[in-house]
T-cell receptor
Framework: GENVEQHPSTLSVQEGDSAVIKCTYSDSASNYFPWYKQELGKRPQLIIDIRSNVGEKKDQRIAVTLNKTAKHFSLHITETQPEDSAVYFCAAPMTTDSWGKLQFGAGTQVVVTP | DAGVIQSPRHEVTEMGQEVTLRCKPISGHDYLFWYRQTMMRGLELLIYFNNNVPIDDSGMPEDRFSAKMPNASFSTLKIQPSEPRDSAVYFC???????????????FGEGSRLTVL
């Protein structure tokens, strides 16, 4: 089965700076890598995802990069704002034939200080 | 659509009592997932259904846990008897198969926070 490791566990950044969260996975056949954001007391919500046929995907201030050779993918948040404060989870499918059966990373608590 | 609806939002019960958590998925979604979230173990998949049929329950911690999906618009997760270590936030999520036009996104409900004393 898939094993997903996420670093760092906490990240404190000044407003306006960039934040980078990195995840590694174990199954080289994995082909779908979503990122979820969970605000305090709320539900996880998808913010961006990437599939293995591309190396990078951007959506405004967030981007995800994928390195299949090294089996890691990263979330990049630029020009951070206080509303970016949340826990971010990376994930990968537990098996290649079950896209929704996700193995989540342990999460990264991001704190953006004004 | 109102999104995935879960009830109750909060449940406090005593050890040994039966707990039933409920979920209404987004209309038209054909997958339903039950996840559990704790500080120690993070987000864990307990069980998931496809077209109301349980596909994988390997994440269900033990026989005290059971889940059903009698129709496309309703699912329950039952714990009997409950124990203090079951205290967690239980999330239900639904999704549409990418082969059916979905994107693979999991739409989570607001969660049911369970406290077992």
């Amino acid at each position: 089965g898939e094993n997903v490791e996420q670093h760092p566990s906490t990240l404190s950044v000044q407003e306006g700076d960039s934040a980078v969260i990195k995840c590694t996975y174990s199954d080289s056949a994995s082909n779908y890598f979503p990122w979820y954001k969970q605000e305090l007391g709320k539900r996880p919500q998808l913010i961006i995802d990437i599939r293995s046929n591309v190396g990078e995907k951007k959506d405004q201030r967030i981007a995800v990069t994928l390195n299949k050779t090294a089996k890691h993918f990263s979330l990049h948040i630029t020009e951070t704002q206080p509303e970016d404060s949340a826990v971010y989870f990376c994930a990968a499918p537990m098996t290649t034939d079950s896209w929704g059966k996700l193995q989540f990373g342990a999460g990264t608590q991001v704190v953006v200080t004004p | 659509d109102a999104g995935v609806i879960q009830s109750p939002r909060h449940e406090v019960t005593e050890m040994g009592q039966e707990v039933t958590l409920r979920c209404k998925p987004i209309s038209g979604h054909d997958y339903l997932f039950w996840y559990r979230q704790t500080m120690m173990r993070g987000l864990e998949l307990l069980i998931y259904f496809n077209n109301n049929v349980p596909i994988d329950d390997s994440g269900m911690p033990e026989d005290r846990f059971s889940a059903k999906m009698p129709n496309a618009s309703f699912s329950t997760l039952k714990i009997q008897p409950s124990e203090p270590r079951d205290s967690a936030v239980y999330f239900c999520a639904s999704s549409l198969d990418p082969g059916q036009g979905g994107t693979g996104e999991l739409f989570f409900g607001e969660g049911s926070r369970l406290t077992v004393l």
